[in-house]
């Protein structure tokens, strides 16, 4: 490695020394920044501009804070917001796919999907989760 390349990481180093750093949260807030720049291009509004510029510093902002128990509180929540967001893509996924074979119903109890073949007629279904029982047309 070059001499400069490495004083540079070394000051890097100390420079971020007690300060939070990149989480999963600053990157989703960065690509939102991406999002509103190219629309604020597209759409040639200053607004757009201006605030994709606020949300730009809101990332470094929690990159290089000192508050690090408080930006990992921020992205816990921002992790099982997306997580409740990944499992609905899939399930919509998994029922688009097998629309034709199975039907979806909401246990009435506890509300967790359910998964059950078509074309039986009235069934007794039992919550898996719950073992609550209930009747469905499929
Ligand atoms: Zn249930």
Known sequence: ???????????????MYGRYGVDKLSVAILIVYFVLYL???IAHSY????????????????????NIEKRR??????MKGWRKVETWVRTTKGRIRDRNTHRYFRCPNCS???RVPKGRGKICITCPVCKKEFIRKT
């Open 1 to 15: 490695m070059s001499n400069w390349l490495m004083r540079f990481l070394d000051w890097y180093r100390r420079f």
């Open 39 to 41: 629309c604020a291009q």
């Open 47 to 66: 607004i757009l501009l201006a605030f994709s510029l606020v949300v730009f510093l809101l990332c470094w902002y929690r990159v290089f804070s000192r």
């Open 73 to 78: 509180k921020e992205n816990e929540i921002f």
């Open 112 to 114: 967790s999907m359910l």
